[in-house]
């Protein structure tokens, strides 16, 4: 089955840091790019960071850049977000999501395995 | 504000047609960047609903169809159900970052 599980959320005080894990199973991980994607409490979603394959190419939204950083292990099938400097602002559940969506030899930038959410919780 | 532009809420009554825009800029859309859609069910993850402007998943029903012209994009669902109810959302890219649009509550009356 394919699937992505997320953890490592929680409730965590303003200024200090989490770390988001993101298991993969049932697809060849290292073949596709993976991203987060944040939703705020009855909000949308929020693009927060995306990784190539091969980490060469990473982005990152402008309200998280400096202060998160993805990386991705292809050996463990795992996708993290190291989140320092945590805001209120930054209260939501993060979704981890397979980047790319291939059909018939072509793929799409579009996001198409899409794990549960972890919530994330910061305040005093 | 997001970069990608949705009305906030659409309705229509059961076997009705209705449309989503998502109105974007050169930057984006109008850069030639495809459109994808998402189909938000209370309490559930997104799911991809269309890739590729006008693609569907299989699994998705030719009830759902995309489509893009200039800046802007569009999601048309006809035969309206009451399953269809779920908030929808557009992305693209824009320069190398992914842009979502606000979302769009779908009431179905």
């Known amino acids: 089955e394919v699937q992505l599980v997320e953890s490592g959320g929680g409730l965590v005080q303003p200024g200090r840091s989490l770390r988001l894990s993101c298991a993969a199973s049932?697809?060849?991980?290292?073949?596709?790019?993976m991203h987060w994607v944040r939703q705020a409490p009855g909000k949308g979603l929020e693009w927060v960071s995306g990784?190539?394959?091969?980490?060469?190419?990473?982005g990152y939204a402008d309200s998280v850049k400096g202060r998160f950083t993805i990386s991705r292990d292809n050996a463990k099938n795992s996708l993290y977000l190291q989140m320092n400097s945590l805001r209120a602002e930054d209260t939501a559940l993060y979704y981890c999501?397979?980047?790319?969506?291939?059909?018939?030899?072509?793929?799409?930038?579009?996001?198409?395995?899409w794990g549960q959410g972890t919530m994330v919780t910061v305040s005093s | 504000q997001s970069v990608l532009t949705q009305p906030p809420s659409v309705s229509g009554a059961p076997g009705q047609r209705v449309t989503i825009s998502c109105t974007g800029s050169?930057?984006?859309?109008?850069?030639?960047?495809?459109v994808h859609w998402y189909q938000q069910l209370p309490g559930t993850a997104p799911k991809l609903l269309i890739y590729?402007?006008?693609n569907r998943p299989s699994g998705v029903p030719d009830r759902f169809s995309g489509s893009k012209s200039g800046t802007s994009a569009s999601l048309a669902i006809t035969g309206l159900q009451a399953e269809d109810e779920a908030d929808y959302y557009c992305?693209?890219?824009?320069?190398?970052?992914?842009?979502f649009g606000g979302g769009t509550k779908l009431t179905v009356l």
């Open positions: 590729g402007n006008s």
């Open positions: 990784i190539s394959w091969n980490s060469g190419s990473i």
């Open positions: 049932g697809f060849t991980f290292d073949d596709y790019a």
């Open positions: 992305q693209s890219y824009d320069s190398s970052d992914v842009v």
């Open positions: 999501a397979k980047g790319d969506y291939c059909t018939n030899g072509v793929c799409f930038h579009a996001f198409d395995i």
């Open positions: 050169s930057s984006n859309i109008g850069a030639g960047y495809d």
